[in-house]
């Protein structure tokens, strides 16, 4: 099966700086990487995703990579602010399989 | 709307007994998934469903049932609670088709579990 790995496992940036995260996935016939964000005591939530025909996609403040031949995609947010502070986990999946795994989890802090 | 609801959201069991936690979608989504939540594992599938009256086994289904008596429930058991089994527990639903394929998972607000 799929093994999504995810690094690093904790980030603290200053507001207004820029965060990385970076992930790596096993599969090569996975093809649909989208990253959820989890605040306290809630459940993940969409912020963005990509699909293998796409190298780059963004949204605001946020933006996601894909390197396909390296299996590895990372999720890039700019300008940090407090509300940016939660866990970020990427995925990966076969489009039509509906299958989601996960990576370990980022917690992301902003500091002020 | 309520989106996908989990009940209980919290709860302490014995080792050895049994309960039954519910998800309850109302967006008619065909997919529903069941996941464990541990420090620094991340989100581990249990078992998931393809629509009603399916089950299938995700990467740690040993311990737990499910059921899909309803399209708008899925239901997971625990039959013998085991201290291993301490954990958050979310639910999520993914609806089917569409083009682009619709694929975002929408969770459950969790169920935090603890066998003592």
């Known amino acids: 099966g799929e093994n999504v790995e995810q690094h690093p496992s904790t980030l603290s940036v200053q507001e207004g700086d820029s965060a990385v995260i970076k992930c790596t996935y096993s599969?090569?016939?996975?093809?649909?990487f989208p990253w959820y964000k989890q605040e306290l005591g809630k459940g993940p939530q969409l912020i963005i995703d990509?699909?293998?025909?796409?190298g780059e996609k963004k949204d605001q403040r946020i933006a996601v990579t894909l390197n396909k031949t390296a299996k590895h995609f990372s999720l890039h947010i700019t300008e940090t602010q407090p509300e940016d502070s939660a866990v970020y986990f990427c995925?990966?999946?076969?489009?039509?399989?509906?299958?989601?795994?996960f990576g370990a989890g980022t917690t992301v802090t902003v500091r002020a | 709307n309520a989106g996908v609801t989990q009940t209980p959201k919290f709860r302490v069991l014995k080792t050895g007994q049994s309960m039954t936690l519910l998800c309850a979608q109302d967006?008619?989504?065909?997919?529903m998934y069941w996941y464990r939540q541990d420090p620094g594992m991340g989100l581990r599938l249990i078992h998931y469903?393809?629509?009603?009256?399916?089950?299938a086994k995700g990467e740690v289904p040993d311990g737990y049932n499910v059921s899909r008596l309803k399209k708008q429930n899925f239901l997971l058991g625990l039959e013998s609670a085991a201290p291993s089994q301490t954990s958050v527990y979310f639910c999520?639903?993914?609806?089917?088709?569409?083009?682009?394929?619709?694929?975002?998972?929408?969770f459950g607000q969790g169920t935090r579990l603890t066998v003592v």
């Open positions: 990509i699909r293998s025909n796409v």
């Open positions: 469903s393809v629509g009603e009256g399916t089950t």
């Open positions: 967006m008619n989504h065909e997919y």
């Open positions: 599969d090569s016939a996975s093809n649909y």
């Open positions: 995925a990966a999946s076969i489009l039509d399989d509906y299958k989601l795994s």
């Open positions: 999520a639903s993914i609806p089917y088709g569409g083009l682009p394929l619709n694929t975002e998972a929408f």
